[in-house]
């Protein structure tokens, strides 16, 4: 009897069966499918052609003015690279946001296909999740080239101090 019993717990529950659908109902379906799959496979392609141009440009620009706050003599280094990559921060944001509203201004024949099958708000979901990933990894990446120049900003920040007391004395660190 015991055994009886643990098997009708054991059992996985059956999943439920899917309603019927006509064969055009079917039909349907899978071309709604088809499409979205080449949309969204579309849309991603574009996204990261224009995302690794982006991409590219942005740290390469950090970098610059990593370099180049290093070189200057009126603010401390350090605090240089700390606006300077508060900047980043809000340029990367602008960028997110250009790209969202150019991956709609591309793909605009598109909307009423979308607004038609009742799926504008699953595409705009799924844009703002790809979007918001790729930036994420772009301000992380922005973040690790501002760590990576960590030790010669330091550097240059304690040889910039020595060299302007008076203008470190008027900006600490903290």
Do not use: C
């Amino acid at each position: 009897m015991l055994k009886t019993i643990a098997k009708l717990f054991s059992k996985k529950p059956a999943e439920p069966a899917a309603p019927s659908m006509s064969p055009e109902d079917q039909a349907a379906f899978d071309k709604g499918r088809e499409i979205s799959q080449a949309q969204t496979a579309e849309i991603e392609h574009f996204i990261g052609w224009r995302f690794e141009q982006i991409r590219t440009g942005y740290l390469d620009v950090i970098q610059k003015q990593f370099d180049s706050g290093r070189q200057q003599q009126e603010y401390s280094p350090l605090l240089v690279a700390r606006v300077e990559y508060s900047l980043y921060l809000k340029h990367v944001q602008e960028a997110e946001d250009a790209l969202k509203a150019e991956v709609y201004q591309t793909f605009q024949g598109w909307a009423d296909l979308n607004r038609e099958l009742a799926v504008e708000d699953i595409i705009e979901k799924w844009l703002d999740t790809i979007l918001s990933d790729r930036f994420l990894d772009l301000r992380t990446e922005g973040l690790k080239v501002m760590t990576d120049n960590a030790d010669i900003l330091k550097t240059a920040d304690d040889s910039w101090r020595r060299k302007f007391p008076d203008l470190a004395a008027a900006q600490p660190l903290d």
